[in-house]
């Protein structure tokens, strides 16, 4: 079992910033190759927004490009979302994946999920 804690979410008002967490444990975690961020609105599908490799290869979806950033920090079993300029259209429930394959934007690729953390942004 590989167990996901995300933190960082809260509200914040559009152009700032936020720093999302992921923090992964488990005596499985280090068969996970991928590690990605999706997020979910209201009355929305679940959306792809970043994946990380175990060796650091990057996906980002182009809604977020140039915005967000995810990276990862290994011996620390952590990933993070760097999440600049902020629009109220990226309010979500932001969840934190991870997978033993590859980089995936389809959620149903992924094997472990946290439990998710809320950012609003307000205009």
């Known amino acids: 079992q590989v167990q996901l804690v995300e933190s960082g979410g809260g509200l914040v008002q559009a152009g700032g910033s936020l720093r999302l967490s992921c923090v992964a444990s488990g005596r499985t975690f280090s068969a996970m190759r991928v590690m990605g961020w999706f997020r979910q609105a209201p009355g929305k599908e679940r959306e792809f927004v970043a994946a990380?490799?175990?060796?650091?290869?990057?996906t980002t979806a182009d809604s977020v490009k140039g915005r967000f950033t995810i990276s990862r920090d290994n011996p620390k079993n952590t990933v993070y979302l760097q999440m600049n300029s902020l629009k109220p259209e990226d309010t979500a429930v932001y969840y934190c994946?991870?997978?033993?394959?590859?980089?995936?934007?389809?959620?149903?690729?992924?094997?472990?999920w946290g439990q998710g953390t809320q950012v609003t942004v307000s205009s």
């Open positions: 990380i490799t175990w060796t650091g290869s990057i």
């Open positions: 994946a991870a997978s033993r394959g590859e980089i995936n934007i389809d959620p149903s690729g992924y094997d472990y």
